[in-house]
C-alpha cells in the first residue's frame, strides 16, 4: 500500500486540527484518536462559527486557525461529507494547504487493503472496507463502512461511497462523485465526473457527467442534474 500526503498511523502521536465541526468532524475525532492522534481542536470558516468549543476543546476561525494551531506541528483533516456534492470538501482542502497544513488519511485497522493499492491525503476509509490489488485512491475520498473497491479500479479526486456500496473491478469513478447506499457496479464501468448514483442503484454501463442515476438498471433521472446539488441548492 502506497500513501500519498499524511499517514494515517499516528507513530509517535501527532498532533491533528480538524477541520469540520458537524457529525462527521465529530467521527473524526473518535477515530483519529482511537489510533493515537492527539486532536486539538476544530476550526470552521468564520461565517459558520457558531460555537466556540466542541467535545470540550476549542472551535476557532479557519481563516486564523494556523496562529492557533501551527502547520509545523500540526496536521489537519477535513472532515465534511458530501455538501455541495463534495466540492465543498475539497475547497476546505486547498484552503488548508494553502495555510500549511499537512493532510493526514485515516484508514480503519479494520479495513482490508490489497497490495499495490495507492490511497491519497485527506482520505476517510472506515471499518470492514475492502480496497482490492492495485486499486488507486484519489484525494480527499470517503469511503464509508462496508464497501468494496474491486482490483485494478481508479476513484478520482474528492468522491464519497456511501455505506456497502459495491464497485467492481477495472472501473473509473470520475471526481466529485456520490455513490449511494448499496449501489453497485458491473465490471469495467466508467462513472462520470459529478455523477450521483442513488442508494439500490446497479450500474451497468458507462455514466454521463453531471448526471443523476437511480434503479436497477441504472438509468439517468430525465431534467435532472447535478448543477443544484453543486451549488448547495439540493442536499442528497
Not at 8 to 34: C, R, V
Not at 53 to 75: C, S
Not at 163 to 187: I, P, R
Not at 189 to 203: P, Y
Amino acid at each position: 500500500m502506497h500513501l500519498s500526503g499524511g499517514l494515517q498511523m499516528a507513530g509517535h502521536n501527532p498532533k491533528l486540527l480538524i477541520i469540520g465541526a458537524g457529525e462527521t468532524a465529530e467521527l473524526a475525532y473518535d477515530y483519529f484518536s482511537q489510533l493515537g492522534f492527539l486532536v486539538g481542536g476544530f476550526s470552521v470558516e468564520r461565517v459558520y462559527l457558531e460555537h466556540n468549543m466542541l467535545l470540550g476543546l476549542p472551535v476557532v476561525p479557519l481563516e486564523e486557525a494556523e496562529h492557533t494551531f501551527n502547520p509545523k506541528t500540526y496536521r489537519a483533516f477535513v472532515a465534511v461529507s458530501y455538501t455541495q456534492l463534495n466540492h465543498l470538501r475539497s475547497k476546505l482542502c486547498t484552503a488548508a494547504k494553502n495555510k500549511g497544513y499537512q493532510l493526514a488519511t485515516y484508514i480503519s485497522p479494520h479495513a482490508c487493503i490489497g497490495r499495490g493499492v495507492e490511497i491519497g491525503e485527506n482520505c476517510f476509509i472506515l471499518e470492514n472496507t475492502t480496497i482490492q490489488r492495485g486499486a488507486k485512491i484519489g484525494h480527499n475520498v470517503t469511503i464509508w463502512t462496508g464497501s468494496t473497491i474491486g482490483h485494478h479500479t481508479t476513484v478520482e479526486d474528492n468522491c464519497f461511497f456511501a455505506t456497502n456500496v459495491a464497485v467492481s473491478g477495472f472501473c473509473w469513478v470520475g471526481e466529485n462523485s456520490f455513490l449511494g447506499v448499496n449501489s453497485c457496479t458491473s465490471d469495467r464501468v466508467t462513472i462520470g465526473r459529478d455523477c450521483i448514483i442513488g442508494a439500490g442503484a446497479v450500474v451497468i454501463r458507462d455514466t454521463l457527467d453531471g448526471t443523476v442515476y437511480a434503479g436497477n438498471p441504472a438509468k439517468p433521472l430525465p431534467n435532472k442534474t447535478s448543477k443544484a446539488y453543486i451549488s448547495g441548492a439540493k442536499t442528497i
